[in-house]
């Protein structure tokens, strides 16, 4: 009977972990991840359906704000975030791809040319908390000794 009750267990543990749904995480980051509708879009999920991952998995897509999407990365409620830049902190706690799936950069837009990096202090400056633009934007700003407000 305890060797039964144990199959048992094990056997639940077993089929719990096989055929769960992988939870991936999305975020508004248009035209590479996006919201349409309620359904993910963007060039990161056009790549995870060519490579056959949503045709092999049982596949639960979370859409939210990219620094509570790592949140829960962190916390293992999800099981991968699409579209994170591959930077060496990151390296050591998550698994990337080898091949970029594209390279891209930040950007500063202001409607006023601005001649100096002072310009901002005290201006609002929108963001995407989390994102590794953000955190090197707060370095650059923080060496200049520039506080603008941060949005977003």
């Excluded at 993910?40 to 939210?64: Q, Y």
């Excluded at 902190?89 to 990337?96: A, I, T, V």
Aim: proline share 3%; with cysteine; net charge neutral.
């Amino acid at each position: 009977m305890k060797r039964k009750l144990s199959f048992l267990f094990y056997f639940f543990l077993m089929s719990t972990f096989l055929f769960s749904a992988i939870k991936i995480g999305y975020y508004d980051n248009y035209p590479l991840t996006y919201d349409d509708n309620g359904k993910p879009n963007g060039l990161f999920i056009d790549v995870l359906k060519r490579a056959g991952i949503l045709r092999s998995f049982d596949v639960e897509f979370i859409f939210g704000e990219f620094a509570d999407l790592m949140q829960q990365l962190n916390k293992g409620y999800i099981d991968m975030v699409v579209c994170v830049a591959h930077i060496p902190e990151r390296e050591k706690l998550y698994s990337f791809n080898t091949e970029p799936v594209i390279i891209n950069w930040g950007v500063l837009v202001s409607f006023r040319t601005l001649e100096d990096i002072k310009a901002i202090d005290g201006k609002n400056i929108a963001v995407n908390r989390g994102d590794i633009y953000y955190q090197k934007f707060l370095e650059i700003a923080q060496s200049f000794d520039v506080k603008p407000n941060y949005v977003g």
